[in-house]
């Protein structure tokens, strides 16, 4: 039986790829259908709260990052340029991912992303978003890990570290918070969101996903945002690492 994407999946499409024809669609059409029915309309309409199209296209440009998919990146970062994300949102997400997922999966997509950038007439480089410098790193940066993660967590973290092995606690507070977590191009409530996006895509992260659950209740994001987020990833890296994603959140912000 035939079958052809819904109106309001092919409203989406046209909104996300206004000039794109998926060879799939000649190929695969049924897949394309029923693919394009769940991730372009039946999860949108179950999203609960206000997750505007440029942030759904932000965390989902995160989550692709982490399960290596070059080629489908490609295709969510034209539609992410062309509905409000910004040239500095996309340099921020795909450095950020670099802390999560090391420079040898992203630097496919920090190339990926300068030759979308030049193609569109962008110059290289771009604002500069650091606001710490070699001297200040480690104090900004720790302070703002204790502002996400939280005093007693940190101190404990610190403090429960094996001697040899505290070096470890100085690369998260210096590196990954003070010089990524501290840049602007995004604030700390997108930055934790996309921190999320990306350790559930990536996968065998659980812990991290649970803490930085945590982390995103403590800077005002809420379990239904969680939620939401989850629901927009589901298409783009299956059922296993969401479902996984949503256990943490049970476990850290059940249901009232």
């Given at each position: 039986?035939?079958r052809?994407?819904?109106?309001?999946?092919?409203?989406?499409?046209?909104?996300?790829?206004?000039?794109?024809?998926?060879?799939?669609?000649?190929?695969d059409?049924?897949?394309?259908?029923?693919?394009?029915?769940?991730?372009?309309?039946?999860?949108?309409?179950?999203?609960?709260?206000?997750?505007?199209?440029p942030?759904?296209?932000?965390?989902?440009?995160?989550a692709?990052?982490?399960?290596?998919?070059?080629?489908?990146?490609?295709?969510i970062?034209?539609?992410?340029?062309d509905?409000?994300?910004?040239?500095?949102?996309?340099?921020?997400?795909?450095?950020?991912?670099?802390?999560y997922?090391?420079?040898?999966?992203?630097?496919?997509?920090?190339?990926?992303?300068?030759?979308?950038?030049?193609?569109?007439?962008?110059?290289?480089?771009?604002?500069?978003?650091?606001?710490?410098?070699?001297?200040?790193?480690?104090?900004?940066?720790?302070?703002?890990?204790?502002?996400?993660?939280?005093?007693d967590?940190?101190?404990?973290?610190?403090?429960?570290?094996?001697?040899?092995a505290?070096?470890?606690?100085?690369?998260?507070?210096?590196?990954?918070?003070?010089?990524?977590?501290?840049?602007g191009?995004?604030?700390?409530?997108?930055?934790?969101l996309?921190?999320?996006?990306?350790?559930?895509?990536?996968?065998?992260?659980?812990?991290?996903?649970?803490g930085?659950?945590?982390?995103?209740v403590?800077?005002?994001?809420?379990?239904?945002q969680?939620?939401?987020?989850?629901?927009?990833?589901?298409?783009?890296?299956?059922?296993?690492?969401?479902?996984?994603?949503?256990?943490?959140?049970?476990?850290?912000?059940?249901?009232?």
């Amino acid at each position: 039986m035939s079958r052809t994407p819904g109106a309001d999946a092919r409203a989406e499409h046209d909104v996300l790829f206004p000039s794109r024809t998926s060879d799939l669609a000649r190929t695969d059409p049924e897949f394309v259908a029923f693919f394009d029915d769940f991730a372009f309309d039946e999860t949108l309409r179950a999203v609960t709260g206000d997750l505007p199209r440029p942030e759904r296209l932000m965390y989902q440009l995160g989550a692709v990052i982490a399960v290596g998919a070059v080629t489908e990146y490609r295709v969510i970062l034209g539609a992410a340029l062309d509905n409000g994300v910004t040239p500095i949102q996309v340099k921020e997400i795909v450095y950020q991912a670099t802390a999560y997922v090391g420079i040898a999966r992203v630097i496919d997509f920090l190339h990926a992303t300068n030759e979308l950038l030049t193609e569109r007439g962008v110059a290289l480089p771009l604002e500069g978003q650091s606001s710490t410098t070699p001297e200040t790193r480690n104090t900004d940066g720790l302070a703002k890990q204790k502002e996400i993660v939280g005093d007693d967590t940190v101190d404990g973290m610190y403090a429960n570290a094996p001697a040899d092995a505290r070096r470890f606690q100085g690369f998260l507070s210096g590196n990954c918070f003070g010089d990524y977590y501290t840049r602007g191009g995004l604030d700390v409530r997108q930055r934790e969101l996309l921190t999320f996006s990306v350790l559930v895509a990536l996968g065998g992260a659980d812990g991290q996903v649970k803490g930085h659950v945590k982390a995103n209740v403590n800077v005002g994001n809420t379990r239904a945002q969680l939620l939401d987020v989850l629901t927009v990833l589901l298409p783009f890296v299956g059922y296993p690492r969401t479902l996984n994603g949503l256990t943490a959140v049970n476990e850290v912000s059940p249901p009232e």
